[in-house]
């Protein structure tokens, strides 16, 4: 993605547009322009930090003269880039709301899993035939699962690892 | 030569026409002059309205040709010379790369670098400084 500042805003672009007028000129089949043409008239790569999206967000798209661009022969290089600030997210839920939300999908997890094999309980319950050894052991895994994730959330302290914690077993 | 005006009389048959004769000799003298040195066709237009010139670089002069072609293997930048207002002028381009062109304010249609051929029409509206383009492709 590369962005240009056009009237004084920060535009994007997913792909160089066709035609482009700039300084007088009108460049056609633009898409065709090399990188360096392309930031002579203003256009420029759009870097996304790295971040981690379940506790930061990024913002403040801006033109930054001398991002840091390492190359094997200049560790301290730079170049003009187009890119984002980041700050810590602000989780409006109390740890208890997120362990509680965090539960609620592990069991949703939970109750799909089950749901497959769900019709060998109602057959054993309706005509009293056995449900396969195999099929118990695998229901009774997910259970297992459940509590032992369940207790590993009510244990954890801090959003960041609540959020973080996979409930996908 | 002014224009002869053909005496038709006042009314049919009342005498006070010119002769048939009289009448051919003015018609003949005026058309003489009509396809005479002043005549315009198009032998007689300057090459600039009727050939078709390569762009040997990167100027386009509108005094040289009607029609300029090139095919363009990078990104070329075209400038125009000897703009006058009202011309039109001709380009066939090809090849898939990018095309910049200097005073060209408004451009309508897309270059295609994929096309066997784009011809862009140029029309000045105001000498250099303002001039007009369209695009069609030729598959």
Not at chain 1, 21 to 33: D, I
Not at chain 2, 30 to 38: F, K, P, Q, V
Request: hydrophobic content about 40%; overall charge negative.
């Amino acid at each position: 993605m590369k962005a240009r500042i056009e009237s004084g805003k920060i535009i994007k672009y997913s792909q160089i547009p066709n035609t482009i007028v700039s300084n007088g000129k009108t460049y056609v089949n633009a898409k065709r322009l090399a990188s360096d043409e392309l930031e002579e008239l203003g256009f420029f790569d759009v870097i996304v930090p790295e971040y981690d999206p379940i506790t930061e967000v990024i913002h403040n798209l801006h033109f930054d003269n001398a991002h840091p661009s390492p190359t094997p022969e200049d560790e301290d290089a730079t170049r003009e880039v187009f890119t984002y600030d980041k700050k810590t997210k602000v989780i409006s839920e109390t740890v208890a709301e997120l362990k509680i939300s965090q539960i609620k999908a592990l069991k949703k997890v939970a109750y799909d899993k089950l749901s497959l094999t769900d019709w060998y309980a109602i057959r054993k319950a309706e005509n009293g035939t056995d449900i396969p050894a195999s099929v118990v052991t695998e229901r009774d895994g997910i259970r297992n699962s459940v509590a032992t994730k369940e207790s590993e959330i009510n244990a954890l302290t801090t959003k960041a690892s609540i959020l973080k914690y996979d409930i996908n077993f | 030569m002014a224009r002869i005006n053909i005496g038709v009389g006042a009314e049919p048959n009342d005498g006070n026409g010119d002769t048939l004769r009289d009448a051919f000799v003015a018609v003949n003298s005026m058309t003489t002059e009509i396809y005479g040195a002043d005549f315009v066709d198009y032998d007689k237009l300057a090459g600039e309205f009727t050939t078709s010139a390569a762009i040997a670089a990167s100027d386009v002069d509108f005094s040289s040709a009607a029609v300029f072609t090139k095919t363009i293997t990078g990104t070329t930048t075209l400038t125009f010379s000897n703009v006058e207002t009202g011309m039109v002028k001709t380009l066939v381009i090809s090849g898939d790369a990018s095309l910049a062109m200097t005073g060209v304010t408004t451009l309508n249609g897309d270059y295609s670098g994929t096309a066997s051929k784009n011809i862009i029409q140029i029309v000045s509206t105001n000498g250099s400084s303002e001039m007009f383009a369209t695009i069609s492709n030729v598959a």
